[in-house]
């Protein structure tokens, strides 16, 4: 069974920078597209980046210009490189991909994030 596990995230103040990572037990990655959401408590997910296999990105406005992320199919792994973070960005970050071939969703157990002085 496919499991994800999110790491790197902890206190920062306002402009400083964390990178989290997303690791899978199994070499899904390559085959669809992974994306990062994010959570604060009594709101919904929000997603806030995706890669393509094909490596092309997308970025909820919000994050545009400060987010960055990437994949190295070869280690399983996803990153959110972050910078000039914001009391905003406060939050439980997420990985998350949709395996469609056996309709399933798949979400680590999430990451936090706080942003203050």
């Known amino acids: 069974q496919v499991q994800f596990v999110e790491s790197g995230g902890g206190l920062v103040q306002p402009g400083g920078s964390l990178t989290l990572t997303c690791q899978s037990s199994?070499?899904?990655?390559?085959?669809?597209?992974m994306d990062w959401y994010r959570q604060v408590p009594g709101k919904g997910r929000e997603a806030v980046a995706a890669?393509?296999?094909?490596?092309?990105?997308w970025y909820a406005d919000s994050v545009k210009g400060r987010f960055t992320i990437s994949r190295v199919n070869s280690e399983n792994r996803v990153y959110l490189q972050m910078s000039r973070l914001k009391v905003e960005d406060t939050a439980v970050y997420y990985c998350h991909t949709y395996d469609h071939v056996v309709d399933t969703e798949y979400w680590g157990q999430g990451t936090q994030v706080t942003v203050r002085s």
């Open positions: 199994e070499s899904i990655f390559p085959k669809y597209v």
């Open positions: 890669i393509r296999p094909d490596n092309v990105e």
